[in-house]
């Protein structure tokens, strides 16, 4: 594995070489359609929620994956293992957003729109894949009920609009989360389930999920829309009123799906005793009344002033007596606290004369009692005197779930002494039957005895211990009472029948009163009772939508027509389109949607016959003129400052569209415009064009400042000759004599400009020049974004195809290992940016002039003069890789590689190259016959590679190799492309080509 660790560095060149020309293309990117045809998303490692790029942070719990052993999911252990590593082709950002669409400036969308042209015509290779995507999409037939909770989400959803899947389809549903919209991160099976809850989530933190459903063919074909969600702390989510009263209302003609029945319960009345130790610790702090009796181990504090001043504690011995110094003895054993004070007062007056005195409680004396039964923690506990029944059980942990708090029994000197039903103080706070302990006194509790459970649309929804046999309408007063939004029509009761079925037994209520209904029932143990919700729909409303002032509900009463609820032109939004307003009706008896449309402008005006007559749900939408006309608009184009179309309006001028537009810009030719029109005589359209005087028509000049028709084309010429001031300057460094910005004229020549900054100095390197153009780093990133999308698509197949090659678990970490190296490596270069290098034979100016090389220089065009460097640089696999000084009398490759130690036992010595100080590159494949082009010689030269001359700056590669075992032969193919994205970079990638 230290191979495979070490395979793919990649380190800076100081010379900042590369190694394509003007329009050049190394990569054929037509070899990468099949990649666009593959799943979107697998699923991702739980740490992609911890923080980005922890790829080797260890496994969570969080978002538990259930159900991906269904049947017909095809991945396999090694398959599973690679999958859990994968990066996802589609949910790449490149800087600078290099895969997005290229954005274009106003005239250029100008141009598309006038030729015809949509912004497609613009895009890159690269939104092939985008292509295919959109011209699948998929359904959108999933309705998906998201309920945030604390640190979780619950999920719900069922198919809508989506024909039943026969039962050999097997439809198995997929979550997909991102952290922001459309750009999945993680993605979770789930099976044939329809219900999920995530766990273990931020809260505060904003999570997009969308729900897929696929066939076994694995192909999607159903999804949901993409939901937002927003865990949040408990104490922040509300209660499930303020839940209902914050819900959007609904009628129905929504898509109204049933709410689940709630079933989950808890238990009621044990979580009293969460807090047992709380309960314990305030005992201490309780005041103690004057009928407290006092026994040993009590402690009282006496203070004196006066003729005598003195402080006592006084602790009751097992006598029950207490000891004053100077005054004698007191028994006090079986006295209150009040009469207690009243006897040593009385014996301290008998020695004492004049003063004043104090007596208060200090600690008090303990009890043992003793706990058992079904209680979490049975045994003997020493607690206060003043505590009572339920004080003992909180010291005991409470009584278990398993335990009864309806009786609860007090055993005191061997006898029955109090039954304890706790409901009384829990429904009503009724503590009498909460009796003070004594002295050996024993809490007994028994196992549970009946329950029934009371779960929906009641205040207390929970499973309750009954006592006797109540009756139904009992049980739904000890849950508080049905909620107003509880259906009482019917109430359904779920019994367990003679130990061997479970029924269903449905009441409902006489004449429409409950009571009647329910008094002569009796509840069983185990019974549920449920209370179903009302219809969730809003009934005797019409509902107004669309471009009004006051959309919303309205109430419903016979004999209402459109204008009871429009009733003036002043409830309507402006730009309303009154030809055609629309209602849309359920009618009887299958509630089936009908449209109805009629003229809203007529209504209004007082035609009876447009004043349609509401039903009871109905929903009247009014349109924006917009949504039901064209809207017209005119452009115009050129040298002005924010180019492109402006709505247009009945009497707008040429200057009204002019300053829409900003302003003409100062290079624009104002003597001359040109407006274009299109006419329309019966079924025929041809274009007329008005040349105008732009500058006139801004003074106003009516001859000029021509009314404009929709449609119209203004276009602003510009001054012949101008060019931006981005475009008028290049920058020459390094050695010539006088280096710096210089502004060019167009079609300057790059001698001109040398010639300019003073020639060359006697230091200046020539084979060594760097000329970079600004256009040329444009495509060439282009290129580079484009290569590494589509490389990491193929890294992310490599992962799942290379896992039925490796023969052998070690081949599979192996391949697991260099795979991800790869996608590191990837990663980097999306750090990179392209130099835009020009390869340029410097030579001097009178010579240049004669060359091809004697380039028309364009704005941004940087000429780099380097100083002669006089060293060869030696990288990759050799002893000692480092810069050695050149030597004219003996340059050769075999002598720089023997300096530096030679090739290392895993250096792909075949595959050595060259990169020469003007950036292009000489590898040995190219002179494997021992014949060479010189182009110094412009001629044929024999000779081996090992016996070529390096010359100053230039640098000599030896790259590494790999065993040639089975996972590795298509990684090689991929390490190529990444070298040769480092190269357009500048940068040089040592692993292999």
């Avoid at 809508?160 to 919209?181: T, W």
């Avoid at 502004?743 to 006697?762: C, H, L, P, Y």
């Amino acid at each position: 594995m230290s191979l495979v660790k070490n395979l793919f560095g990649y380190l800076s060149l100081a010379a900042a070489l590369t190694v394509t020309s003007v329009g050049t293309n190394a990569w054929p990117l037509d070899s990468y359609d099949e990649l666009t045809n593959q799943p979107e998303l697998t699923n991702q490692p739980d740490s992609i929620f911890q923080g980005q790029g922890s790829r080797n942070a260890p496994p969570s719990d969080q978002f538990q994956q259930n159900g991906n052993n269904y049947p017909g999911n095809p991945q396999s252990p090694q398959r599973g293992a690679l999958q859990d590593n994968q990066r996802t082709y589609d949910q790449r950002k490149f800087p600078d957003d290099a895969t997005q669409e290229q954005e274009l400036t106003p005239e250029q969308k100008f141009e598309n729109e006038l030729l015809g042209r949509g912004q497609a015509d613009e895009r890159s290779p690269t939104d092939s894949s985008k292509a295919v995507t959109d011209n699948n999409k998929l359904k959108t037939g999933l309705v998906v009920k998201v309920d945030p909770g604390d640190g979780l989400v619950r999920l719900s959803w069922q198919p809508s609009g989506y024909r039943k899947p026969q039962e050999d389809e097997k439809i198995q549903y997929r979550i997909q989360i991102g952290l922001a919209p459309n750009k999945p991160l993680k993605a979770i099976d789930v099976g044939k389930d329809t219900t999920y809850t995530l766990r273990d989530l931020k809260n505060h933190q904003v999570y997009y999920i969308q729900i897929i459903g696929i066939n076994r063919e694995q192909k999607r074909i159903i999804k949901s829309e993409e939901s937002k969600i927003i865990p949040l702390p408990a104490e922040e989510l509300g209660s499930s009123l303020e839940k209902t009263f914050s819900r959007k209302n609904q009628t129905l003609q929504d898509k109204l799906t049933p709410e689940p029945f709630k079933r989950e319960l808890r238990q009621f009345g044990y979580d009293f005793f969460k807090n047992s130790a709380q309960l314990l610790e305030a005992m201490d702090n309780l005041p103690v009344g004057d009928n407290y009796v006092l026994g040993p181990g009590d402690s009282l504090n006496l203070s004196i002033w006066g003729s005598i001043n003195a402080r006592y504690t006084l602790t009751v011995d097992r006598n029950g007596e207490v000891m004053i110094p100077r005054a004698g003895v007191v028994k006090v054993w079986g006295l209150s606290y009040e009469k207690a004070k009243e006897a040593i007062e009385k014996i301290m007056s008998r020695y004492f004369k004049n003063y004043d005195m104090n007596i208060s409680l200090g600690k008090l004396r303990s009890i043992q009692v003793f706990v058992v039964g079904e209680v979490e923690l049975p045994g003997s506990y020493p607690i206060s005197t003043l505590a009572t029944v339920v004080n003992a059980l909180s010291a005991a942990g409470g009584p278990t779930k398993n335990g009864s708090l309806r009786a609860i029994k007090l055993t005191r000197n061997g006898k029955p002494a109090q039954d304890i039903d706790l409901y009384d103080m829990f429904l009503s706070g009724d503590r009498s039957k909460d009796v003070r302990m004594q002295n050996g006194d024993t809490i007994f509790v028994p196992v549970i005895g009946p329950v029934v459970a009371v779960a929906g649309e009641v205040k207390r929804p929970a499973i309750y211990e009954t006592k006797g046999t109540p009756s139904l309408a009992d049980v739904i007063q000890m849950a508080g009472g049905i909620t107003a939004s509880g259906f009482t029509g019917r109430i359904q009761v779920e019994r367990f029948s003679g130990n061997n079925s479970k029924i269903a037994l449905d009441y409902e209520s006489k004449g429409g009163h409950l009571d009647s209904a329910t008094a002569g029932i009796r509840i069983q143990d185990r019974d549920m009772v449920k209370i179903f919700p009302v219809q969730e729909a809003v009934r005797q409303v019409v509902s107004l939508t669309g471009n009004v002032v006051r959309p919303g509900e309205y109430q419903f009463r016979k004999g209402m027509h459109v204008r009871d609820v429009i009733p003036a032109f002043a409830d309507l939004l402006p730009e309303s389109y009154l030809e055609s307003a629309e209602i849309t009706r359920l009618a009887l008896p299958d509630y089936h949607k009908e449209i109805l449309n009629f003229n809203l402008r007529k209504a209004l005006e007082g035609n009876e016959a447009e004043n349609i007559a509401l039903q009871e749900q109905d929903t009247i939408k009014v349109f924006s003129r917009w949504e039901m006309q064209e809207k017209p608009s005119v452009i115009i184009n050129g040298f002005v400052v924010n180019p492109g179309r402006y709505d247009f309006h009945p009497g707008m001028t040429v200057r009204d569209l002019v300053s829409a537009s900003g302003s003409p810009k100062r290079n624009a030719l104002l003597d001359m415009a040109e407006l274009s029109r299109v006419q329309v005589a019966s079924d025929k359209a041809s274009a007329t064009r008005v040349q105008i005087d732009l500058g006139k028509a801004i003074s106003g000049d009516p001859e000029h400042n021509l009314v404009l028709k929709p449609d119209d084309v203004l276009i602003v010429r510009g001054i012949v000759g101008w060019t931006d001031s981005t475009d008028k300057f290049v920058r020459i460094k390094g050695e010539v004599q006088y280096p710096g910005v210089y502004s060019v004229a167009r079609g300057e020549k790059m001698s001109s400009v040398i010639a300019r900054a003073g020639g060359f100095t006697d230091k200046a390197y020539l084979r060594g020049a760097k000329f970079t153009r600004r256009s040329v780093q444009k495509e060439q990133q282009k290129r580079m974004d484009e290569i590494i999308l589509r490389t990491e698509k193929e890294i992310t197949q490599k992962q799942v195809a290379l896992a039925s090659v490796a023969s052998t678990k070690e081949e599979l970490e192996a391949t697991k290992g260099a795979l991800e190296g790869l996608q590191k490596d990837l990663d980097r270069m999306k750090t990179l940016k392209a130099e835009g290098r020009v390869v340029i034979r410097l030579t001097q100016i009178e010579e240049l002039k004669k060359s091809s090389y004697d380039l028309e220089l364009e704005g941004g065009d940087i000429l780099e003069v380097p100083t002669r460097s006089n060293v060869i640089n030696v990288m990759g696999q050799v002893y000692n890789p480092i810069s050695f000084v050149y030597l004219p009398e003996n340059s050769s490759v075999e002598n720089y590689l023997n300096k530096a130690g030679g090739a290392t036992n895993e250096a792909e010595v075949s595959e050595m190259f060259i990169i020469k100080a003007d950036g292009t590159v000489f590898s040995r494949q190219q002179s494997s016959f021992g014949i060479k082009w010189s182009d110094e010689a412009k001629q044929w030269t024999l000779g081996s590679f090992m016996s070529c001359y390096l010359e100053p700056g230039d640098t000599l590669v030896i790259p590494q190799k790999l065993e040639h075992t089975a996972w590795l032969r298509d990684i090689k193919d991929i390490t190529t492309i990444i070298s040769q994205i480092a190269l357009t970079a500048g940068t040089v990638f040592i692993g292999l080509r």
